[in-house]
């Protein structure tokens, strides 16, 4: 009987039936299988997930992978917390209904985060977005990590005006309110600086930035606040 | 399921203890944390009636007396450790045993409120006894709907109740949340101990509620509470009782599959 319910279709009968003879490892196997072709609802692969993470800690089998797969299943259960957390306006806003998501990929989340259908966007979901590069599938072809990155980092500077104010004058010192530099103080915090920031010149190359990059106050306001930035780590060296 | 013992002579002694601590305000919180340990004594051993006693000892102003106590005391309006974390117990004490009680009305409205069908007329019934019949049907359908309609109502009042323990907000059910260097050891063992002994009990209690009353999408939802890394319910489990509750939620499923519905309870296309 194990064998048939097997099959694809079967395969939720077959969860219930490891269950009920007591095999919580073939149960656990089973709906991770089950979370893992789930994409077309959200909240059924986090049921799915949810399950299979209970059912690996109710085995009582010696099966050494078990707590690798829990925390596999964690980091699934992390991204569906992402994709909750998404503002339901924004939601809204690319037609999707909040009650009712598909499940997103990691590079999707992202954009969404950073996107302007996140019309209130600020310096977390930038984080958040940041946060995801580490879900995103570095194997896969149709995807630059390093373009992804500036990506956000681009949008995040695009969140803020970077008009020169005549009264204002200490202009270094408004950095501060700016929704990029206030990503870089949360990713300082988390240690991930060096690693998530990208140089200046590569920055100021961003595409997305290239009619703001000719822009002198803009210029001068970024090598002032990253000059800042390098100081602040020699520091702490 | 909640029992309730009988409360002995020793008991209403204990209970009683605390009147002599809330003569004067000055007490108030030595007052509520001996409360606090009664309470949890009582409780450990399910005298949830017992701890009910103790509670209501407590004067309703306890908290506000307490922050003024302490305020006349030092000028200062933020508590000591000790002082916040019995606070904290307290209100956890209470919605447990709300979670409780609703819990228990429940059940005897399940079991017990239940109308009794009237039996059929056997054979060549007259036409007066039909008649007879008929009305009490009709009878009785009325007070089944009033009674599904009712049962409902202190299903989603035990839920939510249940729920308030469960994900009791800052850090769980009887968790401190300030560390306190002076803290008693055997007080943090017991609320460890409280937590394993009903936070998997409230979960199989809240299973019972929802799948009895037909809500299976959300008995089966119950995983994502208990898995969840944010409250880690889980932990508080051992093997057997994850067994247990996974066979209870796979009834659930198995429920919603007789019914041709998404084994999961979930919208199926739009």
């Known amino acids: 009987?194990?064998?048939?319910?097997?099959?694809?279709?079967?395969?939720?009968?077959?969860?219930?039936?490891?269950?009920?003879?007591?095999?919580?490892?073939?149960?656990?196997?089973?709906?991770?299988?089950?979370?893992?072709?789930?994409?077309?609802?959200?909240?059924?692969k986090k049921t799915l997930l949810s399950l299979s993470k209970l059912a690996a800690l109710a085995s009582e089998g010696s099966d050494d992978n078990l707590a690798d797969n829990i925390e596999v299943i964690n980091e699934e259960l992390d991204l569906v917390l992402h994709q909750e957390l998404l503002p339901s306006h924004t939601v809204e806003g690319v037609g999707m209904d909040p009650d009712n998501m598909r499940v997103l990929k990691p590079q999707?989340?992202?954009?969404?985060?950073?996107?302007?259908?996140?019309?209130?966007?600020?310096?977390l979901d930038v984080k958040k977005a940041l946060d995801l590069l580490r879900h995103v599938d570095r194997d896969d072809d149709g995807l630059d990590f390093d373009t992804l990155k500036l990506h956000i980092w681009s949008r995040a500077i695009l969140m803020d005006s970077w008009e020169e104010d005549p009264n204002d004058t200490d202009p270094l010192n408004s950095n501060r309110d700016k929704v990029f530099f206030k990503t870089v103080n949360l990713v300082y915090i988390d240690g991930d600086l060096e690693f998530l920031l990208p140089d200046l010149p590569v920055l100021m190359a961003s595409p997305e930035l290239a009619e703001l990059s000719k822009q002198p106050h803009f210029k001068f306001l970024m090598r002032g606040g990253y000059e800042q930035i390098r100081s602040t780590l020699e520091q702490v060296d | 399921l909640a029992s309730d013992l009988v409360i002995t002579e020793a008991d209403k002694a204990r209970i009683n203890a605390i009147d002599w601590l809330v003569f004067d305000e000055a007490h108030r919180s030595e007052a509520l944390k001996q409360a606090n340990a009664i309470m949890r004594s009582f409780i450990v051993v399910k005298k949830h009636a017992a701890a009910r006693q103790v509670f209501e000892k407590l004067p309703s102003d306890t908290i506000d007396v307490i922050y003024r106590q302490w305020h006349h005391k030092t000028g200062t309006g933020e508590l000591p450790p000790s002082d916040s974390n019995a606070i904290r117990e307290y209100l956890c004490m209470k919605a447990y045993l709300d979670a409780v009680e609703s819990f228990n009305d429940w059940f005897s409205l399940f079991h017990k409120g239940q109308p009794a069908k009237p039996s059929a007329v056997e054979g060549k019934a007259s036409f007066t006894d039909r008649v007879a019949f008929e009305h009490k049907m009709k009878q009785y359908n009325i007070e089944k709907e009033r009674w599904m309609h009712n049962l409902l109502t202190q299903t989603k009042t035990t839920r939510d109740r249940i729920y308030n323990v469960l994900l009791?907000?800052?850090?769980?059910?009887?968790?401190?949340?300030?560390?306190?260097?002076?803290?008693?050891?055997?007080?943090?063992?017991?609320m460890n101990q409280l937590r394993k002994l009903h936070l998997p009990g409230l979960c199989l209690n809240l299973h019972t509620v929802l799948h009895s009353s037909g809500l299976y999408p959300e008995a089966v939802q119950i995983a994502d509470v208990v898995a969840s890394e944010l409250h880690r319910l889980y932990q508080n489990f051992d093997k057997e009782s994850v067994q247990h509750l996974l066979a209870m939620i796979s009834k659930s499923s198995a429920?919603?599959?007789?019914?041709?519905?998404?084994?999961?309870?979930?919208?199926?296309?739009?």
């Open chain 2, 255 to 270: 429920c919603l599959l007789d019914e041709n519905k998404d084994p999961l309870g979930k919208l199926e296309g739009k």
């Open chain 1, 108 to 123: 999707e989340l992202i954009e969404l985060y950073v996107s302007d259908a996140n019309t209130d966007a600020n310096e």
């Open chain 1, 1 to 44: 009987l194990s064998k048939f319910l097997d099959g694809d279709n079967v395969k939720y009968l077959s969860w219930l039936h490891e269950i009920k003879r007591g095999n919580y490892t073939g149960a656990h196997y089973a709906l991770a299988d089950l979370a893992k072709n789930e994409t077309n609802f959200l909240s059924k």
């Open chain 2, 168 to 190: 009791f907000a800052d850090g769980g059910w009887l968790t401190d949340t300030v560390e306190d260097p002076e803290a008693e050891e055997p007080r943090q063992h017991q």
